[in-house]
Structure formats: C-alpha cells, structure tokens
C-alpha cells in the first residue's frame, strides 16, 4: 500500500526562485493493491505533479509519502532501486518515452540490465514474451521494430509490459491513453482492469472524466491543488457534493444527453476580505503580468490598472489563489465518500 | 446555398509517392447548419479542412471542386484564394493557442489583419468590443499580448478575430481538444451562439470527440483513412449509425452517468491501412466484423435514407435513387 499524507509540493518561479507556486497543497490519500483510483483534475491541477511525487521524479516540499511502511523521499541507493521494482510508471506520450534511435524493446535490455542481470538470455527471452503476450501484444509484432514502426498503443501497451516485468505493485498510469485514438483506447482500460485483478494498484491520472467513470473504483477529485472530493467512483459521480465536481459532471459533454443549463455557481466569488487583501497588498509574484513591465511610463499606466482590477476583484489570479485559498477540511458525508468543506 | 463539395480528392506528395488523405469526397453544408467531421488521427479530416482554406506546400489538389454560395472556390490557387480567405472562408486553426503572433498586441495583430483586406481596424472596433465581451472576456485583452492570457482565452479570442468579417464558412479544427471540461463546454456554446447571431453562415467542426458533436453539430460526417463513411443528423449518427465502423466507434466510447461494471466495452482490433498505396476495396473491410465477399470492392457513398448517407456494401441495395429529395 502507498500512502499519502498532507504532501505539498512548491515550486519556485521567477528569475531567481523568488516567487513560489504552490502545486500540491496537503493532499492525503492512499492507493491500494487491486483497486483503480483516478486522479481527476483539470489543466494545472497538480495531478501530474503528484504522480512525479510518488515516482520519485520531484522531491515533496512537505507531508510524507509512505510505502509499507518506509517514507519514500529517504529512499537512495539500493534501497531507492528495489522501490522502483515495486513502483513505476507510465506516460502520456508513447512516443517521447522512447528514444528514436533505438529499438522499441531496448527498454527491456535496460530492465534486464539494473535488475536481472543473472537471468540467462534465453530465459529473458521468455519472460518477455510471457509479458507482452500478457498486456495483449504479439512478441513477434513488436520485437526488433522502431518505434516509428509502431501504433501508439502499441508503444504504451510495451511500456507498460516493460514495468510488468519487474515486481510491480503500484503503476501511475498518467493520461496514458489521452494520445490514443478512440478505437484503441479501451482496449489500453481493460487491459489496466485485468492488472488490478492481479492485486495490482493503480493511479489512473486523466482529465476525461468518462474515463475515470468507466476504469475506477476509486476517485480523487483535484482542484487547484487541493483535494476537494474523493471517494468510492459511483459516490462521487452518482452523487457529487463539491460544487466544483457539480461543475465539472454537467460540463462534460455526453453522448446521449445535452448539456443542462448552468448551475451558475460562481466558484470563484470575490468576497469582500479578498478585495481588501487584493487592494491593499500583494506580493510580486501574485501582481498581473501587466505589472512588470520595464518602462516607468508602462509601469505607472499599469499600477493605475492593477489598482483597478485589485478594486474590482479581477486580480484573484491563479497563483493568487492558490497562495492564499484556504486549505479547506476533508468532512465524511457518507461511508467512503469525503467531501471539501 | 452554402458548401457544396463534389468529388474532391486531395493528396500529400511524397518522396514515396501520392499519399491521398482526402479521397472522392462529396458532400454539402446548409446555410446556418454546424457539422461536425470526425473520424481518427490519419483519416483525412484535417486535410479537408486546411484544404477548403489553404493548401500547404505540399498538398495538391487532384480533382473535384468546392462551390461556396455559388461561386467555386480556387483552392489550389493559393493566390485566387486569397480574396476568399477570412472574408468568405475562415479558419480557427489546431493549437489555437498558438496561432496569435507573440510579437504584438491582440489588438495590433488584429488591425495589420483588418488592414490587409483592406478594412479599418478603428471603424471595426466597437464590433470587435463587442464580440470579444459576448464571450466573456474583458476588452482589455486586445491590448495584451498573448503570453499574458490563458489557453481558453486565447482560444476564444482566436475564434472572435476568425469570424470577425462574418464569413459564409467557419472551419473549426480541434477547438475543444486542448481545453478542460468547462472551457471546452463554453467554447462549445459559442459556436452555436456564432451561428444564432449569425456570425458565420455555416460551421464545420472537425474533431475525433464524438460526444462534443452530440452537443452542437446539427449533422455529423464520419470519415475513414481518407474516405467517407457515414454522413446523418447527429442523432441517428449517434443512436442509430449504420456503418459498422460507426457503431463499433461509438459503443466503444465509456461514458459519464453510466455505470460500466456488467459491460466491458471493446475497441476495434487492428489499424487503419496506410493511405500511401491503400488496398482496394473497403478499407474497413480488415477490421469489420461484417465484412462479406462483395467488400473486396469499394462501396459507393449512397444515400440510403432521407438525409443519411452510408458507404458499405451492407445497406447499398437500399440506397435511394439519385437525385432524390434531400439529396446530400
């Protein structure tokens, strides 16, 4: 089991790393063996980001992430390599995974280099036509190709044969089939639904709620950041609570049924407090892009402009926000089911 | 009026030989009508449509001819088009986003446009004011650059400045692809609010995400390694297609609000052949459940029902006759 606990990741930005980003903000959750969780989030929800968390890609500013027992983030060495038979990942595009230059299954040789170097070559051999069988490809399709020789599910479906050579317990599946064309994609979700038949856990991140609905059991909904729904799939899609997943289930456009009128929830009000925080201060890396231009003129037009918009309340730009929404708390409204209050 | 597209084959040169994207062609956009024409990456349907606009270097036309309100339309004369281009035709183009020129202001890169089809951005203000705030953003993004603003705002304003000399067509290629869920869906509700204002005629939204069809097209054309396979209203195309490509397409698409764990969904097994010396006949014909022996030819696009064309051997001997009311 891989477990999550308060992880907040931010990034530094500006010139001299002197603004700061928040992307993950106190995200606590766990993945277990034999279950899908679809992580779903929009553009600049930190979702990606939290998949890199777990894979070690980027190190986590705060919180903990936990598996069996052992925090990840002290992991070197040894240690760190026999956590990566355990725990891999796949990504969005198959093509950029590869290098061009070589054969597609040259991500074999390098698995069969770090972790079994005593397996025979004829042995090898068989273990990997035992895993590409098993993720539905045929050995003799896909072997000794290039990758320009290949169809994009065919490269993800090797890729992800790739990590089931190694012992691997958890995959982060992040968009892996959003390149897909719609005629091989499912093909790609049922194969992950007979990983997790296999005690397999998986964290299906993707933006396609459709796709969440169909593969998982288990659903994070991510919002700037901050989780703001998670649950059991049916619970939170059956019966969203958040109004930000409200938003979210009525526009996403569905084949059998038109969009319903706008809830007209404005999630992002401006409440008095804010315009005067906005008004009276800001920090540069929240102020407006218009804010930092290098002529005095501009800048003084500009001021004039940014007082305006603090006024109004346009300035609650993103990276505002997400400096300075609070971290609301997770409530249980039904068995399995929390929701942000 | 409208489009009319007759016959229109267009191809790719290469060192390997003619690779037709765009293969006998035929079909027609009513006056205020959306379609949508989707299909999967490779089967042509951007070809089309930067096509009807502007043909790339490396594009030729090798029959056919495209009529817009009447007059034909010079496609393989990128000079002759070039009256026709975003007065009478226009494009929002794939990755919208990174269409506007980085170098100006939206609104100077709208004025030197304006002014090389001899307009004046200063009487087209107001108009252009107007439009940009009926999609919800502020005018005082015309005097922003584009790194200053966000992917769906960009892709908003690019559809205002596309249509701003309401042209008699709109091509919209991809416009919801890149963009999230709510801006996809307000993106969405302006090309049918463009069309109620009549801001462009007809509209032609090119996309492989069936679903967003379900939600504005009125018809939808559906295409297939450069040949046309089913052409309907939106509705039968999505609850009673004909072809069996359509039907295996959309009964493999999962969807919201519908719980899946009686039902595995299934995608179709293989490939689309490749369009450089494609085999003949049918092009499904390897992928297709149905295929029977007659497939080894090519099935004619036929109109089979009032207003539903369909190219497979399975419903050609119900095709009307020729000429017919609701001819396509």
Known sequence: ??????????????????????????????????????????????????????????????????????DVSALKGKALREYY????????DPFSSYNPVFRADRVFATIKRSYFPEVSAADWRGRVGNSLESVGLNPVDVLDKFTHQLSGGQLQRILIARALLLDIKILVADEIISMLDASTRV?????????????????????????????????IILRRGIVVEMGATEKVFDNPQHD????????????????????????????????????????????????????????????????????EGLLRTDTYLRVHEEIPQLVEVEEDHLVAM | MGLKVENLRLCYRTLRGDVVAVDDVTFGIEDGEIMGLAGESGCGKSTLGNGLVRMDIRMAQLGGRVELDGKELPISNDKAMRRFRFADVSIVPQYAMSALNPTRRVGKMVSELLKSRGFDYKKALPELERRVK????????????????????????????STLLNPSLLIADEVTSALDVSTQRAVGEMLLEFRDREFVKSTMVITHDLSILAQVADTILVM????????????????SPLHPYTQLLISSLPEVGVRHDEKTLVGIPGRPPSLLNPPPGCRFRDRCPAAFDRCVEQPPFLEVKPGHSVACWLHADAALPAGGPGTC
């Open chain 1, 244 to 311: 930000y997943t409200k938003m979210l289930l009525t526009s996403v456009p569905q084949l059998h049924k038109k969009w319903e009128p706008d809830t007209g929830v404005d999630l992002d009000e401006t409440t008095e407090e804010d315009a005067k925080v906005l008004a009276g201060r800001y920090t540069k890396s929240e102020l407006h892009p218009l804010a930092r231009s290098h002529s005095r003129k501009g800048r003084r037009a500009q001021a004039a402009i940014t007082e305006r918009e603090a006024a």
């Open chain 2, 134 to 161: 009926l999609v919800g953003l502020d005018a005082d993004v015309l005097h922003r650059y584009p790194i200053e603003l966000s992917g769906g705002m960009k892709q908003r304003l690019v559809m205002v400045i």
């Open chain 1, 1 to 70: 089991m891989l477990s999550l606990e308060n992880v907040t990741k931010v990034f530094k930005t500006g010139a001299f790393g002197g603004a700061s980003l928040p992307a993950v903000r106190r995200a606590s959750f766990d993945i277990l063996p034999g279950e899908v969780t679809a992580l779903i989030g929009e553009s600049g929800s930190g979702k990606s980001t939290l998949g890199r968390l777990i894979l070690r890609l980027t190190p986590v500013t705060s919180g903990k992430i936990t598996y069996e027992g052992t």
């Open chain 2, 224 to 239: 297939y390694a450069g040949k046309l396979a089913e052409k309907a209203s939106a509705d039968v195309v999505i609850n």
């Open chain 1, 85 to 92: 038979r355990h725990v891999q990942g796949v990504f969005q």
């Open chain 1, 187 to 219: 093909d790609v979700l049922n194969l992950l639904s007979n990983l997790k038949a296999r005690g397999l856990g998986v964290l299906f991140i993707t933006h396609d709620l459709s796709l969440g609905n169909y593969i998982s059991e288990r659903t």
